[in-house]
């Protein structure tokens, strides 16, 4: 007996290459589908660990690929046979198979016809064949899931940030920063401010009075200048001043002569109140009080006390000789 | 002639008889070659064509090649089914007694050519059915064998539909092909104008007889057709049927009636002797898609809309061919 398979065998490498061809596209969609959804879950759990997502993928190709390779895309004799006829054999190989252990003179016959024409044929005759939907749908698919994997990562990362949502009707709403002083200073730059949501405003200054100290702003910034960036909400600071009359804080002279502003308060002993350039000293602070009266008040009072001899601390003293010159 | 011997020489035969038929018939070789592989495979044909295209010809032709005995049957409205089967008449023997004795009709022929069939009444086209199928005749309750091989060939014209009866589904169906004779082209019309001022009479000379004949149909029954291209032809054939689970969407949509079971055996049975005409021992898919036309032709009825929309049978057969193979072979 004839073994027919022997001259089916010179096509059976191009049927196995495209088998497993086969077999590795079909997987592959399945593996980034997988890896997909890997990366979608490992994004809503916030889990920063991307790297699943690809080792999934390919644990999930290897194993379709094989599954898919022995369980369909692995070259039968019939579907070589198939195959083999398509190149104009007629029908001649698959017949031949059947008749393979037929003995008759019709069949002998046959496989003889079959054999000759199959001798004909050039193997490269054969061409690999692969669906052009199976290759578009895995290319988008690696596609998706690459891009998916790289955004997910560098999210989880933190090296991309999604900005706050901004609902639309509040993508013009103007927010009103205003900046006050508390008694002992006073707050120089544009004190109240309209600034639009997620705008930066204009910087301002804390500077404390004489006899007071800049402490902190109620929001505990602790720079005496300062502006603000990505406004969202309003705002109402005031700066915190103390009190240095009581000499529990001592007093660094040299930050007060750098947090000088450019133009100085007048000094007492010149003329108060013609500083008319100081037009932010002038203003009310508490609303009730203006710092034009506070020096003024300070200034009688030391001077009353000096007068009927009553006792002057050092501290005070030395403040008064600093800003008001010799009282004696 | 041995079996085997009968295989290797059966393409010779064949090409011989297409050489012949040839020497009177200028072209139409779909038909005759058609016509030559249902007398082997043991199937009636019914010829459509308008006049004066040869069918006549082509028949004598035939039974000239064949060397087998011709009768003539003009079909018109009259025919009585006597006049065709025959019928038993009041003679004298030997002795001078009144005896009853069969006259055999035109159908106790080898090759029965039964003209303008459909002029006929119906009750005289039935005469012919037990004789197609079963190819006995049954006159007052005797059967009598008609002798091997039989074959009818029948014409009508598919124009003049005035007088006629169209042929039952149950007739139509007895016959293996339909087979449409179209007018000659320039070329051949010259030259059946030339041959025929010379004589009228046909010149083809026997090459096959009766035994030969079949043992060719012997032979090409035992064509091997395996079971992938047997299934694709009965699909092709359950496709017609517009209920079936293998109905084609055109089915669903123009056909009234499908093929019948005898369609499916007519076309493997053609195909085997198609397949042998053209040096081959195994049936192929083109083989079944080739003679799906021929014997599938008559055997469907359409519904109203396809007359509608002009579909002709052969369109729903293109289509179906087309359906079944993307469906079974996927391509």
Redesign the interface.
């Given at each position: 007996m004839i073994d027919i398979r022997k001259y089916l065998n010179k096509f059976n490498s191009k049927l196995i290459a495209e088998g497993v061809l086969r077999s590795v596209l079909v997987a592959g969609t399945v593996a980034f589908t997988a890896m997909i959804i890997t990366a979608i879950a490992l994004l809503i759990a916030s889990v920063n660990m991307i790297w699943i997502s690809p080792i999934v993928g390919v644990v999930v190709w290897v194993l379709c690929t094989i599954v898919a390779y022995f369980a369909k895309y692995k070259p039968t004799m019939t579907s070589m046979a198939?195959r083999i006829d398509?190149l104009g054999l007629?029908?001649?190989v698959?017949?031949?198979l059947?008749?393979e252990n037929?003995d008759?003179?019709?069949?002998k016959?046959?496989r003889e016809?079959?054999i000759r024409e199959i001798e004909k044929v050039n193997s490269s005759k054969i061409k690999i064949v692969l669906s052009k939907g199976i290759v578009i749908c895995t290319s988008v698919l690696l596609l998706i899931s690459v891009c998916l994997i790289t955004v997910s990562g560098l999210y989880l990362n933190g090296t991309i940030k999604v900005p706050p949502p901004i609902i639309e009707n509040e993508k013009n709403l103007y927010m009103d920063i205003s900046y006050n002083a508390s008694k002992g200073g006073v707050v120089i730059g544009k004190v109240n401010q309209s600034i639009k949501r997620g705008g930066e405003t204009e910087q301002v200054e804390a500077i404390a009075a004489e006899g007071f100290i800049f402490i902190k702003w109620t929001d505990d910034n602790l720079s005496n200048k300062r502006s603000e960036s990505n406004v969202i909400v309003a705002m109402d600071i005031v700066a915190l001043f103390m009190n240095l009359e009581d000499g529990s804080i001592s007093i660094d002279k040299d930050n007060i002569e750098d947090e000088k502003p450019e133009n100085p308060p007048p000094a007492i002993g010149g003329q108060p109140g013609s500083g008319g350039q100081y037009e932010n000293f002038d203003q009310v602070i508490d609303g009730t009080i203006d710092y034009k009266d506070v020096l003024e008040e300070f200034y009688q009072k030391y001077k009353k006390d000096i007068e009927e001899g009553r006792y002057v601390s050092e501290e005070a003293r030395r403040i008064i000789e600093l800003y008001f010159g010799a009282i004696e | 002639m041995t079996?085997?011997q009968m295989?290797n020489e059966f393409g010779e035969i064949t090409n011989k008889i297409f050489g012949e038929i040839a020497r009177d018939v200028i072209g139409q070789k779909s038909v005759v070659e058609n016509i030559v592989i249902a007398m082997i495979a043991g199937g009636n044909v019914l010829l459509e064509g308008v006049p004066g295209v040869g069918k006549t010809r082509l028949v004598r032709s035939l039974s000239r090649v064949f060397t087998l005995p011709f009768s003539r049957i003009q079909f018109t409205p009259d025919l009585m089914p006597a006049d065709v089967t025959g019928t038993s008449m009041i003679v004298k023997d030997s002795k001078g007694n009144s005896v009853f004795e069969f006259q055999k009709g035109p159908i106790f022929s080898n090759i029965v050519l039964a003209d303008e069939i459909n002029r006929a009444t119906p009750k005289t086209q039935s005469a012919l059915l037990e004789a197609m199928q079963e190819h006995t005749v049954t006159v007052l309750g005797l059967s009598r064998k008609l002798s091997q091989p039989f074959f009818v060939l029948a014409t009508q014209n598919p124009i003049e539909q005035d007088g006629t009866y169209p042929l039952p589904e149950a007739q139509m169906d007895r016959f293996m092909f339909k087979l449409l004779v179209e007018n000659p082209n320039a070329d051949e019309l010259f030259e059946i104008v030339k041959l025929t001022q010379k004589s009228m009479s046909e010149s083809a000379l026997g090459v096959c007889d009766k035994e030969k004949l079949l043992q060719m149909r012997a032979t090409a029954s035992?064509?091997?057709?395996?079971?992938?291209?047997l299934k694709y032809a009965i699909n092709v054939c359950l496709a017609t049927h517009s209920d079936s689970e293998c109905a084609a969407s055109i089915s669903k949509k123009y056909v009234r009636v499908g093929a019948s079971p005898r369609s499916a055996q007519s076309i493997v049975s053609a195909a085997k002797v198609k397949a042998l005409m053209s040096?081959?021992?195994?049936?192929?898919?083109?083989d079944i898609n080739q003679l799906a036309y021929p014997v599938l032709r008559h055997r469907i009825k359409m519904n109203f809309e396809a007359i509608a929309d002009r579909i002709t049978t052969d369109d729903i057969i293109r289509k179906i061919i087309i359906e079944v193979e993307k469906k079974i072979r996927g391509?």
């Open positions: 198939e398509l007629e029908e001649r698959i017949t031949m059947e008749l037929n008759s003179y019709i069949a016959r046959q016809d079959a | 079996n085997e295989i035992e064509i091997p057709i395996a079971d992938d291209v040096g081959r021992f195994n049936v192929s898919y083109d391509n």
